[in-house]
């Protein structure tokens, strides 16, 4: 566990002293995903947002992410590299997975070797595109970011593994100019076990304020997730439960499923309850239809009953919480949002049973779950934009790139 000084550290953090690089004005911060982009992921929406807020100060951003899902249109300088889907046995499609894994990172070393003179920094996410980045930044000596670090080594797992991790974690921290996390976990057991490393806590939050719209909400509930990811395909089990029980109860509502593969979730598109029309797959949904929804649905699911407590869905809280909508959600979708309070920002649910009594309280009286959104709504705009907590990194980064 993380002492109470250790916890509320992040918030009082120093920028990190870094040794300015000069580079002339006219060169770029390069991110580079793992994941489809922009797309239905709390990494997704987290680039989005540190992207525009480059590009706001000035400074220029160019994107290289895989497609193997789809990607939304933007007017961010985006190169994709198409990678192809399979829907073979799990065994086999991990070994897959490696393949174009390796077959990424091998394309994302040519497009790097054409533009290695625009780029002044790397940004790149997670794990997956470190060993890419740091040949880079042998090769070129072009510093790089390490984004949404999270550490693994910390949790519970066999030795072996943890070892694995360890080192691969070590490398990340020791190796890179600057790391980034939004876990405040990962901010003090590094600031703790490698003093050394310049990081930063970078907490997620909002795109854009939403305008809310005049029309009226409706009784929908609404679940939206990447449904390649294991998490979300159980997320919609556990919705299927719940309405299972809640439909013997009442009918005057309707459940909208938004996201993508839809072949990951085959086995419940010809359950009863979707062709009665209770429950509804949207697919995946264009972000401006999508907005239009969020700001018509009264109540949102987050069932993560038996995520890690490391786990989260914190960008995913946050979108639905600034449409005022009232989330009803297991506590790792909620636990890092700073200042939300139970009853007042969200309502709390801990198992289905609990889920389905809350539901039909919520249902049978609406105004208690507008008020809720209500309060979830000015919370984050107050506290979550990324104008606000986005202001040390900006600092940092152009304050490098800007000297000539």
């Not at 400074?59 to 990607?71: D, E, F, Q, S, T």
């Not at 507008?370 to 940092?396: M, P, Q, S």
Request: proline share 5%; net charge positive; glycine share 4%.
């Amino acid at each position: 566990m993380i002492s109470t000084i250790e916890y509320d550290h992040y918030r009082q953090q120093r920028q990190p002293k870094l040794s300015v690089i000069k580079v002339p004005n006219t060169k770029k911060l390069l991110i580079i995903l793992y994941r489809d982009f922009p797309w239905y992921s709390g990494l997704s929406d987290r680039v989005l947002g540190i992207a525009r807020q480059f590009i706001k100060h000035g400074l220029g951003v160019k994107i290289i992410a895989p497609i193997m899902y789809g990607h939304e249109k933007t007017d961010l300088d985006i190169e994709h590299i198409r990678l192809k889907r399979t829907r073979i046995k799990i065994k086999l499609n991990k070994i897959f997975s490696f393949i174009s894994w390796i077959y990424f990172q091998f394309r994302c070393f040519i497009k790097i070797l054409k533009i290695r003179r625009e780029i002044a920094f790397i940004q790149f996410e997670h794990y997956y595109t470190f060993f890419l980045a740091y040949i880079v930044k042998i090769l070129f000596r072009i510093p790089i970011i390490a984004d949404d670090i999270n550490l693994i080594h910390i949790r519970p797992l066999p030795p072996l593994l943890r070892k694995i991790f360890y080192l691969v974690e070590r490398s990340i921290l020791l190796k890179s100019t600057l790391v980034v996390t939004a876990s405040p976990i990962t901010y003090a057991f590094t600031k703790r076990l490698f003093p050394s490393t310049k990081i930063l806590y970078l907490p997620n939050a909002i795109s854009y304020v939403p305008i809310q719209s005049d029309i009226a909400k409706e009784r929908w509930l609404i679940f939206i997730g990447n449904l390649g990811f294991e998490q979300n395909i159980k997320a919609v089990e556990y919705i299927f439960r719940i309405i299972e029980k809640l439909a013997e109860i009442r009918q005057d509502f309707r459940v909208l499923i938004v996201g993508s593969p839809l072949e990951n979730v085959k086995e419940f598109l010809g359950h009863p309850l979707v062709k009665r029309g209770i429950i509804k797959f949207l697919g995946p949904v264009p972000n401006k239809v999508l907005n239009q929804i969020l700001n018509r649905a009264i109540i949102a699911l987050l069932p993560f009953f038996k995520l890690p407590r490391w786990g989260g869905q914190m960008m995913k809280t946050l979108r639905l919480m600034s449409h005022g909508i009232c989330i009803v959600a297991s506590p790792e979708a909620i636990k890092w949002i700073r200042g939300a309070k139970p009853y007042i920002h969200y309502v709390p649910i801990n198992n289905i049973n609990e889920c389905i009594e809350v539901l039909n309280r919520l249902l049978d009286r609406n105004e208690i779950a507008l008020n809720i959104g209500w309060n979830a709504r000015k919370l984050v705009i107050a506290n979550h934009t990324w104008e606000r907590v986005c202001a040390d990194y900006i600092r940092v980064i152009s304050t490098i790139i800007s000297k000539p």
